[in-house]
């Protein structure tokens, strides 16, 4: 007989019973038990797990103060550790979704297995389904209420468990940025036709993968006056120090590092390494000023067309970067030139 | 026969087994092979030193490391042209006449350059496991393998050494098949577009080609595709070998095997007069240089696409192989065939990491509306044991950045040799999970 897990509950104040847009600005607080929605949430889980408290919170007094409820809610957590957490459903409810996604990544990074339920157009969705929570999909509205619990119970219970987590089409979560390698049992040349055919007769068919959508990054506006400013070089071109001294792979680099370039004129070849697995390095080895101008920016330097240059150049390797690991690694340099009181930085690329 | 058909009879001899002995010849599923025969066909002694010939069957314990590539065993007994043509003289239209093929049977180069490379364009180590865990998961285990394991004479640059490798496998790949010269066939078929019912949809197999020079290219009759513009093969030249493959990279190479093996030709072939009609086969490179080159691509495959009447395309790159610089080519050619009114599904590999939490695509755009995936290369398999017996080399760098290991100890290798092929071979997709 597997023992009953102990869930902790957050529902917003309106499904708490409190009232409706009135009640929206109700301060965090927890009971003991079941409440709103819990009670069929509670029936679903039956004997398996135990709801051992409710925590509500109005969803204007989320907005207005999340990093206060998130510490709140921590704390407590903290102290009842639940074997799972659930939040919601929210459906489409977009400031409760907000709130009901905030707490379950809060309560995933302190190794508390989180579910909530939403609707895909949740506001919510978009923007913790790619922090890979496991987001239910629901209906736009309370109308969809049972399905949904029925789903979240199920999914709860099995994450409490640890147990093995079917696919998102299987177990009624929202893609979440987690893709699993499996047999398909046929050939991929036999379902490209079958979906061609499908799609040419407007017949419904499923794209295998889902569409990424990348964030735009508009440009920034020009400086006033460069003469002035403090300019860096920042390259993932994987131009490194002769001999590779911090290891940085010729691909899907996960770090990066700085070198300095304190009183050189150029950079001098032998002195560097280009260790980019992506193009053909013969050139940059020849003369590394083609790959990271050096010799070009000091000229602007002593023309005064640039303020002057940062003594450390920056790099990693860009060649099968992930995407999240490039970012990280961009804040992470981003960080260290406000340090230095950067003002604008060259991108040489590859 | 007209003198400008595209009718070609394949007939295929199956081969279980390989065997050394004093006379080439085939017998029962058993190839003889005459080795110092085979090497003196075969030999290219200006610029290839040495040639070892050694046997690989399924299931042994026993390892292939450094291969380069692999080819059919094929030779065209009439019919204009050869096989692999333009490798053999003149670039005369192949695709027709009659072939004898050995089916089951796989001929691979083993090899490794002279001179030092860099970047893109270095050979990335490639292994196959006869047996065990990793066997399911690359090319080649499960066919019995002749390995030429070449070895360069002195002084000779990589450029020259990679031209008299292609030179020394196709010439194998012709004087294996020859044993069956005399032979009737055991098994044949005849491929012809043959005309259809009107309202079939036509289709046709829009193959993205990778090249960026030496060690990472591709060669259509006889020459390498950089400026390559978009142009249609008849599936039947691409089952002569019309692609032979100079692309050393990993996972995403397209081989020589899997260009005149095509999971697509073949699968169109099938389908041709049943549920669609097979127009042909669209080829052009990927790995343009600009942006707006690669949209320029795009656009010109697309409209050789929509000359030859396409309704529908299916498009690959590198056999499935959409890695990063390519995925952006091939996003603007789903593109351009959708704004010309063709109905576009493309095969694709996904990046990222073991857990899969990365993304896994590094382009799309919105007309990538019917992808299949071919799982993910970051997917892990499990760590094969030691082998009793390597053919190739005694040490491997899986990773361009560790140290080199024994050959022969156990190995854990994300991506074994032709695993994207192989993949979409047996069926391997990934999901959202």
Redesign the interface.
Known sequence: MTQSLRVVHFINAFYGGMGGEEAAQTPVQIQDGVAGPGRLLAQRLGDQAEIVATIICGDGYFSAYEDEVADWVMTRLQALRPDVFIAGPAFRSGRYGLSCGRLCLEAERAGIPAVTGMHVENPGSDLYRGE?LYIVATEASAVGMSQAIERIAALALKRGRSEA?????AEGFL???????????????????E???R??RQEP?T??????T?EVIPPPSPLPDLSTTLCAIVTESGLVRTGNPD?L??AGATHWAAYSIAGMHRLVPGEWD?V???????AA?QDPNRVVPLDALRDLERQGKIGRLLDELFVTVG??G????MKRIGAEIAAVLQQRGVGAVIVPAT | MMPGDFSLDVNDFAIHRLVFASQTQYQHGTLSIEREALLAAIAEPQIVSNIEVHLAHPGESCRIVHVLDAVESMVKLSGRSTVYPGHFGSAIPAGSGRNHRLQGLALLVSAEFPEPT?????PHESIVDMSGPAAPYCAFSDTANVVLVCHPAPSVTNAEFDAGLHRVKLKAAVYLAQATAALAPETWQTYALTPTEPEL?R?VFVDQLHQ??LMAQTFLYGKHTQGLEPTLLHPNEMLDGALVNGNYRQPGRAITYAHSQS??V???YR?HGV??HFRGVVIGRGWQETQFLKERQGWMMARVARLCGA????ITADV?GT???NTIDFMQTIKACEHMGI???A??Q????P????????D?V?E?????????IG?RIPAAPAVERVIGGETVRP???DEPQDASGPLDVGCWYGAIWK???????????
Do not use: C
Request: aromatic fraction near 4%; proline fraction near 6%.
């Open positions: 890979h987590i079917g696919t998102a089409a893609p979440r940025a987690v893709r699993r390698t499996v047999p398909s049992g046929r050939p991929a040349a036999e379902r490209a036709v979906m061609a055919l799609k040419w068919y794209s295998e993968i889902t569409i990424e990348f290891r792979p010729s280009a980019h697995g992506g193009f053909d390095n013969t080895l060649n099968m992930s995407l999240n690991a | 860099s970047g893109a364009l270095s949809p289709v960026q020079g999971y697509m073949r699968e169109l389908r549920d669609i309704d529908v395309a299916i499935g890695g990063g610089n109905r576009t599904v095969i694709m996904e990046s990222g990491n857990d899969g939490s990365e993304p896994t695509v590094v799309h919105p990538a509306d019917a992808l299949v995936s071919v799982g993910g997917w990773n361009l950045a993949r979409s071979e047996i069926g391997l997709s990934a999901v959202d999970a």
